[in-house]
């Protein structure tokens, strides 16, 4: 069986996932590129006797070297490893959508363009004809609707009938403005005496360093006479400054959009006045100053409501129906084989440790991707971005950065996987720094059952005041000394479209499953050897070791070293096993105001539990992982050790 690669390229929000997820339905994977965490998502197809590997690759706007997603676009296609590049464009926006286009073609791409939302594009009253636009690009163009799936064949065919005829599929080369294509023309037959011309296209190369794209000069300087090129290529490009009074990147952007304008006016036609007068009236409701926040209040009290009330309801049925019959089984099974010891370690280590990770996933990260793709699909999540940029700034994130860490309320875990939909790696990291110290749901138990219950609700309210003037500290404070440039939010608003059901599920389990795979070996390795460190004693000698610590600087009692550490594997058993250590849930008997308040504040800063740095690990990479962890520890024994001196302070 022949085997093809196609490669998905677009911008954001064209349906490119769409028209992935329709193709490879339940034969994906979804992992991150080698080196980067951005996500990478492969699936397999069958068709007409062909293997069809599909990779989706990340959203890009241009192949300039502005952001990870664009690099790694890039770099793929330069690898030249695809069959077939699928320029998806988005019909309703053709301009913006064809300067990606040409620069797949001025990369001398294998390309099929697939005209996708052309449906949008009729309810604006934009006709596009595609076959015009096909013999003006030198391209085959596929008219598509992703969400319904319509021409979604007609595209695998014209894949399939290149790739047997032999095709060519690169297209023909578009030429820009004279002052311009002189100096590429003289800098190509250059470029062409270099080695590195026999791996990427010598025009190319030439109009990236007229662009002075730095990553190409890279390239090029470790070519023999790549210095002379280089200089001619600056020479070149200041001429072009001179002559049109801008820097040469944006006289060669103009040149694109001044071609794209004539190919635009050739092949499309306006046929009919807009008739989506409710989605202006909706995009209007949405992003106004004042009903977009009451409606946005309200999106986020209902995802809070199914994540933390309907989602502790499925976490308590897991426990009871899957968690307690499974772990006595297994006691039962094992108790006339085993010492107690190893029974221990294997049923309240591995077992509950299994069931720990279902409950996560099930009454969390299920529904939150299921929530987030609606909502991306649906494209509200665009608006809920432009709500709170300006608000996400002040701690030096955007708009985009206020959904991960909203559900960082219900748990952090699906909070920590979310930070992927922010565009650079940087701003994932502080996201996802940030989303650590939201207080989740068994935060919240540590922090109404030690506080609420005995110091009544002021305090506890207080609590949460205090974790998020340290959550705006901490990330500004990282936003500073972190490498690398913010990055202002520039994104457009999509269409408003009815999400298909699906494309969701589709999403949900594909999403689902890899955070499994991950999670769930940590989750339960982690459980394990806690037990064993308990079962073989080595957790009451941590007692008198973390003395200095939980009784010295946070004035603790000794023996709520154990609840602490534990509360490492979830944070409810922190409470949990601090009533045991105590021997008495009448806490207020055994430990002062004070101290009841340094154990919840402290216990509501550290890492989360042993399933958030699962998520993390996933998401960032150990090293990252570790240090976001250590960081939450650090400030969290700052803080207590702060409350503590406070408290000294208010008795006296």
Known sequence: MRSITVALAGNANVGKSSIFNRLTGLSQHVGNWPGKTVEKAEGVLYFKGYRIRVIDLPGAYSLSPYSVEEIIVRDYLLSREADVVVDVV?????????????????????????????????KRGIAVDHERLSETLGVKVVPTVAITGEGLNELLQTIVEAVEKGERLTA?????????????????????????????????????????????????????????????????????EEMHGEPSPIVIASERYSKISEIVSRVQRVVAPPRVRWERTLDYVTTHPVLGYAILLSTIAGMLGLVFYIGGLLSEAIEAYVGDPLAEAARALLSSSLPAEAVRIVVDGLVVGFVAGLVVVLPYVVPFYAV??????????????????NLMHRIGLHGKAVLPMLMGFGCNVPACVGCRILETDR????????????????????????????????????IYLVVF???????????????????DLIMEMPAYRRPSLRVTALKTWSKTKSFVIVAFPIIIAASAALEALSAVGLTEQLVPAMAPLTVGLLGLPAAVAIPLVFGFLRKELALVMLAEVLGTWELSEVMTPAQLYTFALVTSI??????????????FGWKRAILIAMTTLAVAIVAGALAHVIAIMLRS
């Open 172 to 240: 023909k080369q578009l030429t820009y403005g004279k002052e311009v294509e002189e100096r590429i023309e003289r800098l190509e037959s250059e470029v062409r005496k270099l080695a590195l011309s026999e791996k990427y296209p010598p025009r190319w190369v030439s109009i990236k360093l007229l662009e002075r794209d730095h990553l190409v000069a890279e390239m090029v300087s470790k070519c023999e006479g790549g210095a002379e090129v280089l200089e001619l290529a600056d020479e070149l490009a200041m001429e072009l």
């Open 372 to 389: 987030l793709s609606i909502l991306e699909d649906s494209g509200y999540l665009a608006r809920v971005a432009y709500l709170t940029d």
């Open 606 to 619: 550290y890492i989360p539990c042993v399933a958030t740095l699962a998520a993390l690990v996933r998401e």
């Open 427 to 462: 701003e994932r990291v502080l996201c996802g720094l940030a989303t650590v110290f939201v207080p989740c749901a068994a935060r919240t138990i540590v922090i109404l059952g030690a506080v609420g219950r005995y110091l009544g609700v002021l305090p506890a309210l207080s």
């Open 90 to 122: 988005d019909a309703s926006a053709l301009e913006r959508n064809l300067y990606l286009t040409l620069q797949l073609i001025e990369l001398q791409a294998p390309l099929v363009v697939a005209l996708n939302q052309v449906d949008m594009a009729e």
């Open 469 to 487: 003037l340290v959550l705006l500290m901490v990330v500004r404070l990282a936003y500073k000394v972190a490498p690398g440039e913010p990055m």
